[in-house]
């Protein structure tokens, strides 16, 4: 969308971090007179836009998950301050012009791709497709899902219930398969989870998902069935937890590092969510953190105090947080864009 600024000039501002149309840019801000734009992660190939993958893919990507040429990158946009360019066959966000992008061996090249940048395999998934017009088109779950997270919206990792049972997971493949697609841009509203797709092979993909709407991103329609099974399947985990202490319970085993990835862009504090709470730190961070995540581990240290664990520079560093008090404000963010 466009804002006006008081000093004459205009601004770009999207929402961050969420796969997005093309076309528009990612977190953009005035100066001076002019507009000045930070494209997202994409490629565009045979009328298809694909978005590098905003969550962990679950294991890295390999050389052997390669299959074929798909396509070459023609045009990066980034430093681009054209804000009515119109995304073209071959154009890309950051990956250099002459990219080699690949198909994936067990995929549908109409959901996923890859490509080199840097040195590192990098995973691109359909976000618009013009030609979709049911769920299949956009995703390739046939004979390939282990089973489906329902995750926080808080950070879309953290899991909140699952779903193992083989003929619920082949209703809910289905239902997503054969759902309408509309991706014309909608107003969501209500509750929102983040519905974690688990392939046999070790890879993940992760999209948001509205109960009201029923849309699963980007544009997929489900029928209420689904959004039934969802609920049900997080108010049978509820009903699982412990209820004497409410404000102190723990979800994940004591000792055990569960694999996560921190927030960091506004702070690692700031509305960092995890075993079914948020947490506040508990002593001050050393510099060096990634920006916008940092991955690695999460350990349940104690009823009330987690360590988050990573490396900088290849030596071991760590976070200590304490439970957040229930009732309590969240931190705002500061100076924080």
Not at 221 to 227: E, G, M, S, T
Request: charge should be negative; hydrophobic fraction near 40%; charged fraction near 15%.
């Amino acid at each position: 969308m466009v804002t006006f600024n008081p000093d004459g000039a205009f601004c770009l501002r999207v929402r961050r971090l969420a796969p997005i149309l093309l076309g528009v840019a990612l977190s953009t801000a005035c100066q001076g007179s002019g507009i000045s734009i930070d494209w997202v992660d994409f490629v565009q190939l045979r009328g298809v836009t694909y978005v590098a993958a905003w969550t962990s893919p679950g294991r890295p990507l390999q050389q052997g998950d390669l299959g074929p040429q798909y396509g070459l990158v023609k045009v990066k946009l980034a430093g681009s301050q054209d804000p009515n360019h119109h995304a073209q066959d071959g154009d890309a966000g950051f990956l250099e012009p002459g990219t080699a992008v690949y198909t994936l061996r067990a995929y549908a090249p109409s959901f996923r791709l890859a490509a080199y940048d840097q040195g590192r395999l990098t995973l691109y998934e359909a976000d618009t497709n013009p030609k979709a017009k049911v769920g299949a088109d956009l995703l390739d779950l046939v004979n390939k899902v282990s089973y489906i997270g329902i995750n926080s919206a808080q950070d879309g990792r953290t899991e909140l219930a699952a779903v193992h049972n083989q003929d619920q997971l082949d209703a809910l493949v289905g239902m997503v398969l054969d759902a309408p697609v509309d991706q014309t841009p909608r107003s969501n509203a209500g509750p929102q989870y983040f519905i974690d797709f688990h392939f046999d092979d070790g890879t993940e993909t992760t999209r948001s998902y509205w109960l009201k709407s029923g849309e699963l991103s980007r544009g997929i329609l489900l029928p209420p069935a689904f959004a039934s099974v969802v609920t049900d399947a997080i108010s049978a985990a509820a009903a699982m937890l412990p209820t004497s202490q409410p404000g102190s319970f723990v979800l994940g085993q004591i000792g055990v590092p569960y694999t996560f990835r921190l927030y960091t862009h506004c702070s690692p504090d700031w509305r960092m969510f995890f075993d079914g709470s948020f947490w506040d730190l508990a002593a001050p961070v050393q510099s060096g953190l990634g920006d916008p995540y940092q991955d690695r581990s999460m350990t349940v240290v104690a009823a009330n105090e987690v360590r988050f664990d990573y490396h900088i520079s290849g030596q071991p560093a760590s976070i200590s947080f304490t439970r957040h008090t229930s009732g309590a404000p969240l931190k705002s963010p500061s100076g924080c864009d």
